[in-house]
């Protein structure tokens, strides 16, 4: 199953007003439990607009994150970006970042087992 890179959900955050509710708030972006190189936006209520989400992804961009089990991992613009929450392993991917209804929605799809 693929999912957004950080690049490009960076690059769909930049088409949308900074000040542009998120349909549903994110938490912060952390390293996912598929893959240590990989990144996730884990589910809570710290990011709240679009343009706290673009600024989270672009300070994600060129960052180290530590490992479950240690080591560190520097996530770049062609690192993949999960929604799913920190430690879990369910495969949410996203699909894009889309405008409706006045609110930022991530468009995501859950892996089919």
Known sequence: MRTITLGDLIAGLNTISPETPLGEPCGKFAIWRGRYDELTITHGDSIATAGELLNAAMAANGACFEGYKGG?????LNTPV??????????????GVLLRGGKAHISI?????
């Open 72 to 76: 560190s991992y520097r996530m770049g």
């Open 82 to 95: 999960w929604a799913d929450d920190y430690g879990c392993y369910s495969q949410y991917s996203i699909n």
């Open 109 to 113: 799809t859950k892996r089919d087992d």
